[in-house]
């Protein structure tokens, strides 16, 4: 009787059917896949200077004093469009307002080839020691700290470069026009961490003076 | 002639590599991926190279529509029943055990104090339709603060280390965001994080 029993369970069929597990984890899958995202939205920093009057005054009098051929004012206007100033503007002739694009061929190649008065291209300078020691830091087998790397690319940014040569650094001013949008003023930003610019501002246009009103008017700046 | 024995063959099909594959594809999506935060109205973030990492916690969600409406909300429920309290004392709004429950659900705030109660009175399936024709109100009041600086200063009481991101749509007109700025500006919060996406065509080259 015993030894009947024993040699059926042998012959028992051992396998699963996972069919129902299968369906269940396409459910699992769908719904992960429709309710949730795998793009991390990223933030980008930005310090605006305060409204505060107290500050302000005191500000005025530690103002610091930019080299004309230092500086790069843009204007951003409607669809898309984006004016320069390179250096001081000339009220007598709307001409100074050069326009130009957003993106590689445009503001990006406007910042690298500005030229100082001392005759270099800071921007382009710093851009390619930039490149150099993001190499050193991706390089296989290389020991640079996260820490190290910041204070590099903070020394870079300064416009100490590791050549112990010293460039000046560029001052931009953004304008954006009641008429750009915020996606306009997002890509100026951009620029600027694009081209390792550390000072720039957003500046109020309905603060500037009558005569840079009255140029930009000039100029067709809209 | 031949015969045809297919008929007899067994079609089980084995399921388990199958299964392998969806755990591990299971694994994968859970690991990785961050659940849709709920916002009212949709919005498009612009793309930029920028690569840091908003914070999780401690966040105070600024949302800014096309339209330039305004919304604000924190993912602690708890801050946002706080700043709750301090604006309906303010304001000297009352709201029942009912709307509070159904201001816990929604993610953020949008309508304005004189609205709140209204708003909060209506089904829930109704409150998703009502709440994207809001909008806190930008305006200052008797030249005070206005409603969605008061909300700030709320989520500032209710947690010291609140870090502003502000969320905006990329074709929101600049002067509202301008003017959503200078009031940020005129009560001191002068770091923000603009949220965006990565734009990794632009990062490679």
Redesign the interface.
Known sequence: MAKKNLSKQKKMDT?V???P??DM??L??TF??L??????????????????KDINQLDDENKQVTKASHTITLY?GSNDKVWYVAGLPNYEDPSCVKPTSY??DGIEKVLNEHTTEEGINPVAKIKLAKKELDAKKNEYGSKMTDEQYQEQLKKLKKGELPSGEKVPTMTVIIR????????????A??EM??SNIDKYVID?VDKMSQDDKDLIAKAGVK | MAKIKIQKKDIWIDMTPMSDVMTLLLCFFMLTSTFLTPEPVSVTAPNSVSELKIPEQDVLNILVTPEGRVYCGTENKNNMQAMLETMTDKFGVQLNANQIKHFREDAMVGAGMSQLANYLSLETDKMGEAIQKLGLPLDSINGGKSEFQEWVTAARDANPDIKLAIKCDSKTPYSAIKLLMSELQDMNENRFQLITNLDVKRLNN
């Open positions: 396998r059917n996972f069919t597990m299968v984890m396409m699992l899958i992960f896949m309710c949730t995202t795998l793009a991390k939205p990223q933030a980008m920093q930005l310090t605006m200077p305060s409204n505060d951003l993106g590689k954006p026009l009641n008429s750009a949008t915020y996606e306009n003023m997002v890509s930003l951009d961490l694009i109020n």
